[in-house]
């Protein structure tokens, strides 16, 4: 196998780790809005919590495209 | 494979020289990411003086400008509590800095034959605004616990034999803080834009062939473009808020270590 193959089914198996990031992100907004909705007077004031357990799931997609991305275009 | 695809998503992001080279007697050269980030720059002192004339009873304009520093305000303040009242300046100018940045960058200019460049998407611009809000974290810190601010890594009631490799974790995790800022803000912006060109192709690739299959692929990508523009635009108003959000977090950390 020749690098240049290579290279394109390590970009594709590092992308697979995007879509699982796309569920972690479903997790944590599904989550949110069980909690919100058995309880919606707390809900506001837990957005932010929402926000920061949406950007850590999210980041590690980030990763995930950013390593597809130097191994199609920088490697 | 690599040679009939003339889709080159990169290409939005590289950064030229504009009006030939160096400027006179300097190193320095004008670029197309200064010139975005000078219009930025002017679009938010734009909006900023319209909010400024302290009227009586408050314009539209005015209500805007107000309601957006409330809601910085109410960022810091909910998550530092009152003393975050000091921090807003830094956390303010992040947040419309990347929320006018990001929205520029969403303005379909090429239709017009410019060419928006997105200043976000450059690990350079993020990564100065990420260092500076974590030397502002370290800084304030140290000046305000002296050395007890490494307790930060003991977090309260570890068991003894537990405490090496704890502090460890957290000691990795709290470096990582500026690279994870940075990173997450210049990746989602570059992401989302190779989203944007590539789809943006097939429906100029799509025309240009020509055929019945090519006129399908043309009208499946421009509604799937609407729903990526939609997310973008989404993300961009995400993006921002998320970089504001830790930065006050983490201020929020040293100023009263766990």
């Known amino acids: ?75 | 494979m690599a040679a009939e695809s003339k889709i080159d998503p990169m290409h939005q992001f590289t950064i030229d020289a504009i009006g030939g080279g160096a400027l006179d007697g300097t190193p320095f050269v004008f670029t197309n990411s200064a010139l975005w980030m000078l219009i930025v720059l002017g679009t938010i002192v734009l909006f900023m003086a319209g909010g400024l004339k302290r009227e009586l009873v408050p314009g539209r304009w005015q209500v805007a400008v107000e309601s957006l520093v409330e809601f910085i305000s109410g960022i810091a303040v909910t998550s530092i509590g009152e003393e975050g009242r000091k921090y807003i300046p830094w956390i303010f100018t992040v947040f419309v800095f990347i929320l006018f940045a990001n929205y520029w960058s969403m303005v379909p200019l090429t239709v017009v034959g410019l060419h928006p460049f997105t200043v976000t998407s450059q690990f350079t611009i993020t990564g100065v605004m990420a260092v500076i809000s974590f030397s502002i974290v370290l800084i304030v810190g140290f000046w305000k616990h002296g050395f007890h601010f490494f307790s930060l890594f003991v977090p309260h009631g570890t068991p003894k034999p537990m405490l090496p490799l704890i502090v460890a974790i957290e000691m990795v995790s709290f470096m990582v803080k500026p690279f994870s800022l940075a990173l997450r803000l210049f990746v989602a912006m570059i992401a989302g834009h190779i989203l944007l060109e590539v789809f943006g192709s097939f429906v100029a690739s799509g025309v240009a062939s020509g055929t019945p299959m090519g006129y399908a692929v043309t009208v499946v990508s421009i509604v799937f473009m609407a729903f990526v523009n939609a997310i973008e635009l989404l993300i961009c108003g995400i993006q921002a808020y998320v970089f504001a959000l830790l930065t006050a977090l983490y201020i929020n950390d040293s100023e009263h270590l766990h």
């Open chain 1, 1 to 75: 196998m020749d690098l240049e193959a290579a290279k394109v089914i390590g970009a594709g198996l590092a992308a697979i780790g995007v879509g699982v990031a796309s569920a972690g992100v479903g997790f944590v907004f599904g989550s949110f809005l069980q909690g919100a909705l058995r309880n919606p007077g707390a809900a506001d004031g837990q957005q932010g919590r929402l926000f920061i357990g949406f950007a850590a799931a999210e980041l590690l997609g980030l990763i995930a495209f950013a390593v597809a991305m130097i191994i199609l275009y920088a490697v």
